[in-house]
């Protein structure tokens, strides 16, 4: 047989003969279509080598709202004189002409351009776009790097610069793990930009090997369990369509690399079929709660959360515990972690002046003040300054804060951050910003639970695909019952019999009394969905009138796209 010698076209292009050209915004928030750049860097490179950088302050047209300057160091005083937009877009689409574009969770980026293009008449570039967050997620592992944020990356890869927040300097941290992920990807006989673009979608070979795992699998809502030879549970899902879901951890869709470590020790697939879609996800947290599969990254350890205590004793103080008891103390919570509660706690001692001490304090037996006092941080009761009474007001505006109205220690530290922004004291800023963040936003969500888990019985319905109703009993926050009504039936013997037969549910103390705070949020985000009908209600549903929720809205906006925690931050998310 006569050898055919393939075509350049075939053999790809060379990464080394690639343009690719780095870029990296800052902007006043996260969405393209209501916040704007602030500042744009991009470096141009190839085979190692930078050719060029483009680097340039963009006035918005609006202030940046403060939490963005904490966040970045960019200030209005800063952009005031910058060019607008208009005037920097051109430049830009210039300098990434014929390249290949890269960017750390491109869709950030390159939705901020395309709206920009798109709001001044430009077509929207169509360069090829490699992102860094993919191509991480493809070629490293969990046990390498714990999530696939800029700054872990660059740390692994001992890139020479940080990334800080700043356009430029966060492309040129990038250019470097941009350079490390390419060598890696060389391991895997990547050396063509075809190679590396099909490379980050390619399934592998094992997961094509146990494709038959999904035969089995019915059309229908329910969970998932992936199990090893000996039974064990490997991971747990839910969805809404068993069979397509689990089909897809067999295609070039699936590119988590823990989930497909994770297929290559599986060897089953056991489901369990739910009447509803909650029923489903409820089921799934339960589940997960109770196995703690090791593939599973989220949901394992519901027990492991944080309340913020005001005990109740004399002098009552504000102390991090572990459980919720039954004993007279105001709770605020679930924290993440202790840090997370700590950081609630020091923005409220902010605003309130309640005792930070430990002791348990007595009426008859005085104690020495410690430093707090003499900064005006504490009436010092131990030394008897201040009695039961006057001290009990700020009990109450603790309990109040706690629980209803978090508006004192919201302005408290608010004025304190714009105070220090003015002394550009960034650090100290970004620290109170962080430490306002976990108590608003712990705060509007226990109001948001106990608005739920205070009503001792509530049935709901959302109408089906198939005309029939999803129905729910839920009692004290957890779901207790589920079923789906056929269409034309009558729906008070069925409401009546799925009621009869619900779990009973005995409340135990504090915000979350019958089921975790995952389950209950579940419930609500069903409950919040469009076309839900409300049964029968036993009390009242309802929010603090100055409740935490509008000052979470703001705190919110401004980190949206900037805050390391949430999906589809610029940091990129966790990498499995």
Partial sequence: MEAVQGTLDELGTPLSEVTFVVFDLETTGGSAA?????????????????????????????????????LTGITDAMVVAA???????PSFLEFIRGAVVVAHNASFDMGFIKAACAALGYPPPLNPIVDTVDLARRVLTRDEVPNAKLGTLARFFRSRVEPIHRALQDA???????????ERAGSFQVHTLEELKSFVRAPTPEQQRKR????????????????DERGEVLYIGKSTNLRNRVRSYFTASETRPRIREMIGIAERVRHIVCATNLEAEVRELRLIGGAKPRYNRRSRHPEKVVWLKLTDEVFPRLSIVREVRDDGGTYLGPFSSSRAADDARIAMHEALPLRQCNDRLSLKISRPACALAEMGRCGAPCEGRQSQADYALHVDNAK???????????????????????????????????????????????????????????VAASPAFDGGWEIHVIRHGRLCAAGMMPRGAHPTPFVEALVATAETVVPGPGPTPAANAEETECILRWLESPGIRLVEVDGEWSLPVYGAARHKARIDLAYRGFDHRRPGSKEGRPLH
């Fill in 34 to 70: 209501e916040h704007a750049i602030t500042e744009i860097g991009a470096v141009k490179v190839r085979a190692g080598e930078t050719l060029g950088e483009l680097a340039t302050l963009v006035d918005p047209g609006s202030p940046i709202p403060p939490f963005i300057s904490v």
């Fill in 83 to 89: 060019p607008r937009i208009e005037s920097v877009l």
């Fill in 172 to 182: 040129q941290a990038t250019v470097h793990v941009l350079h490390g992920l390419i």
């Fill in 400 to 458: 109040r804060a706690m629980q209803s109205d978090v508006s004192l220690v919201y302005t408290a530290l608010s004025a304190r951050m714009e105070r220090l922004s003015v002394e550009q004291r960034y650090e100290e800023a970004s620290v109170d910003r962080d430490r306002l963040a976990s108590y608003v936003r712990t705060a509007a969500r226990m109001q948001r639970l106990t608005a739920l888990t205070r009503i001792p019985q509530m």
């Fill in 212 to 227: 038959h795992l999904a035969e089995h699998v019915p059309h229908a809502p329910g969970v998932y369990l992936f199990e």
